[in-house]
């Protein structure tokens, strides 16, 4: 979606390492924002987006206009059922049918063999590679390690929008994420006492305003009781205006 | 879907004479059928219906199962809009999302450069189309069109199902399409007045029970008041227990 950042840079530098060509799409989908104002303010500058794919050493920019990737009388949507429903698909509603069927179209018109996705965005990576193994499209989804800020903030491009006050105050973030982990890497195996904790550590931030807070299974995202295997540690804090998701997958 | 007559044969000669490689594939999709005894009584011949891919000369037939098209925990679904809603879309729910998914996933899978299809399911050929075309699956859709039996009746693997007396009824089918085309030929241009025509035409057969009759846009499948541009003239017809559509498209 552009206005890229530290965590683009990674993805495009894993893609060279591991392929002869790397071919980089810049797509702003109006199909999965809800909110017109949030497609308003989504951050854009695609100048300064291909000067960071050039330096990056990326082969291509695909940048396709609105118009490109739905034609006039574009009707056809795809849908992912159970693992869209929860976290940001119930906070958003059709968000992930927008992503579902824009990734679909991007593969499909890129041809790519594999794809790199940023592991911040934990259930968007679970809706495409379910997407494209249900589909059979033959492309490998790759996942790739949430890259962060010296103080843990995970990058995003909604990043720009927080205020100092703001930016300082969202590391809680993962602070809350790591305690969790702490507890859990300790013993705890409550699902209820890791979301308590991390609560806990947001309340002490007072311009923290969670969303959700989950423990939920790793593959199906369905919320747990008791941790008996992998799991997924989540959640969506606004901060001001600004809302962030972040996560901690558990062996 | 199988149980291949002479418009399958048709289709594999037309695909052999344009392509270097012809497949085809054979699969009774459970999704697309919203009643299970209408599935159960599907007629199924697996090697019959290779004899004659061999006779035909085609090179390859790919008859997957149902977990090989829809592994355990497949959850993805393709929607085709305004298109999918009405004539066969409102007579039978979700029968389209049904096709609009395994034809996703068969082009997929097969990775053809075109795919033939009878012009009897004329609705299907216009969701498929909107369908590759929406998702930018690198396809060429062809339309063949219909064969017929020598009274009229459209090949159809339904036509097993009817008994001796159905079967002479049935060619009443292609009979009210020609009196509509005639009409129209003559200059009728009323919608009202081809739906009557039509209907008039269904009334002298006893055993045929009209499902719908259709004047339609035949880009949209709207219904039309009037034609002043080309046009899709089709109908659902029971006899007995089987259901049989036709359709004539009008320039």
Redesign the interface.
Known sequence: MGWLHAGHRALIGRARAENATTVVSIFVNPRQFGDPADLERYPRNEARDVAICAEEGADLVFAPSVDEV??P???????????SAPLEGAARPGHFDGV?TVV??LF??V?ADRAYFGQKDAQQLLVIR??A??????IEVVAHPTVREPDGLAMSSRNVHLSPAERAAASVVRRALLVAREAWSTGERSADALRATMRAELSHEPLAEPDYVSVADATTLEELTTLDGSALLSMAVRFGSTRLIDNEPLP
Chains 1, 2 share one sequence.
């Not at 009388?73 to 693992?83: E, N």
């Not at 193994?133 to 033959?138: G, K, N, R, V």
């Open positions: 739905y034609p009388g574009h009707d056809t949507s795809v849908r992912v059922g159970a693992v579902a679909a179209i499909n018109l041809g379910r997407m193994a249900d589909l059979a499209i033959p």
